[in-house]
């Protein structure tokens, strides 16, 4: 079975796993990021090496915060991650590594896994969104997820409060994530005058029933609502799975979801979800991408299916069929082609002869497979080889030149393939007396 590597890089902690092609986790280590580019580069090596050990990787998936150009690799800027502005990943990396690197953005490969380990199952539309320190977003559109140029949700820099006068790294006023996310949470507390140092202090004072701590909480629910009702709004998703550390403040999620109401006046069928994975989403998704890249790549052999016709004349056997090929390699040889997609291998041996030589072949019966990878000089094709009679008007086809039949002991000189090889174990087969 396939396996990858994927990497979430946070703010605050980096987490690298080893999955396989169900998604699964083998092994997983958590790391404190580093401030510097420097040492988070060799922190990243360092982690992969780790997780990786002796391992066989299809890919290593990174999952970055920010606004990255995803196919070369380069964050172009991190609101959360300064030291990782304009990081050529891609080209660091592959000088450690030779597996395939893919990147995405973490909020995106969030979405992903998420969808991936359960969603996919009931819903086509769904859009993913991480709520912690900042607001990422990811779309899967019609299972698929959505990219733009590359930049595609970065939901967390809608502008939903202007008036707030409220500045955003990225340059606007009055962003979503800079109204809804863990950071502007721990503020409208601080203004409310609680002394805290985080949000789970800031959720327990709520569950404790806090008036301070609920109303920090249910100030920054009617930011998130108005968020999730233009997300609506725009992409109409079967779900919203939510993520994050703030995530696990339900009174934040239910407050949310009870104000989505009075704003969502049409469109009030979207299941408002806590995602599943929890801190490993992103790691996973990346991994997934990895997988992904490396399933969709794969090379399998072609399978192809080739006729030995017995041709009669009557009761009278008068030899085999074959035919010239009109296209590269030429020569002659047995009839046959490749198999269809949703075609049995009867099916198609049955209508490559009737392409070919114009007979309705009956009487069919399983030969042998052959297999050999080089016995075809166009690519790897395992061939099903099936025994069959005919009679009647042989008419060379579209991809045949001409058809005739032979004396199977009079063949000519050189034919294309193994063919030669088919019929003379045909032959022997033939010739031994039956038990
Ligand atoms: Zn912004």
């Not at 990895?290 to 399998?300: G, I, N, Q, W």
Request: proline content about 3%.
């Amino acid at each position: 079975m396939s396996k990858a590597i994927g990497v979430d890089l946070g703010g605050t902690k980096t987490i690298v796993v080893l999955i396989d092609e169900y998604g699964r986790i083998l092994k997983k280590k958590k790391y404190a990021t580093p401030q510097t580019k420097r040492e988070i580069l060799e922190m990243l090596v360092k982690g992969i090496k780790e997780v990786k050990g002796k391992e066989k990787v299809v890919g290593i998936g990174l999952g970055l915060a920010g606004f990255l150009d995803s196919e070369r690799g380069i964050m172009r800027f991190s609101p959360n991650i300064p030291a990782i502005n304009n990081t050529n990943f891609k080209a660091f990396l592959k000088k450690h590594f030779k597996e395939k690197l893919v990147f995405e953005n973490d909020a995106n490969a969030f979405a992903l896994a998420e969808y991936a380990a359960g969603y996919k199952k009931q819903y086509k539309n769904v859009v993913g969104i991480t709520l912690g320190t900042g607001i990422g977003g990811g779309i899967i559109v019609d299972g698929m997820l959505l990219k733009g140029k590359g930049c595609a949700a970065e939901l967390g820099h809608m502008i939903v409060d202007h008036s707030s006068g409220k500045r955003c790294d990225c340059g606007n006023i009055g962003c979503f994530e800079e109204l809804a996310d863990g950071k502007a949470l721990l503020r409208t507390a601080h203004k409310l005058g609680l002394n805290l140092q985080n949000n789970i202090e800031l959720a327990e004072l709520a569950k404790r029933g806090n008036r301070k701590a609920i109303r920090a909480i249910k100030e920054i629910a009617e930011y998130l609502a108005i968020g999730l009702v233009n997300i609506i709004n725009i992409f109409d998703p079967d779900a919203i799975v939510i993520g994050g550390g703030l995530a696990n403040i339900d009174l934040l999620l239910n407050e949310a979801k009870r104000r989505l109401k009075k704003y969502r006046k049409v469109r009030a069928d979207t299941k408002i979800l806590k995602a599943k994975l929890g801190d490993n989403a992103p790691a996973i998704g990346a991994a997934l991408l990895a997988l992904e890249d490396f399933l969709r790549m794969r090379k399998t052999p072609n399978i192809a299916v080739d006729a030995i016709i017995e041709y009669y004349e009557g009761k009278e056997f008068k030899g085999i069929v074959l035919v010239e090929r009109k296209f590269e390699p030429k020569g002659w040889a047995l009839p046959g082609g490749l198999v269809e997609y949703n075609e049995t291998l009867e099916k198609a041996v049955q209508r490559e002869a009737l392409e070919e030589t114009g007979l309705r072949i009956k009487a069919i019966k399983q030969f042998r497979a052959y297999s050999d990878p080089k016995r075809d000089a166009r690519g790897h094709t395992i061939s099903v080889v099936f025994t069959a009679k005919a009679t009647g008007n042989l008419n060379a086809g579209s991809d045949a030149a001409s058809a005739k039949v032979f004396d199977p002991k009079k063949l000519p000189k050189k034919l294309c393939f193994d063919h030669k090889r088919i019929i003379s174990d045909w032959l022997k087969k033939r010739e031994r007396p039956q038990r």
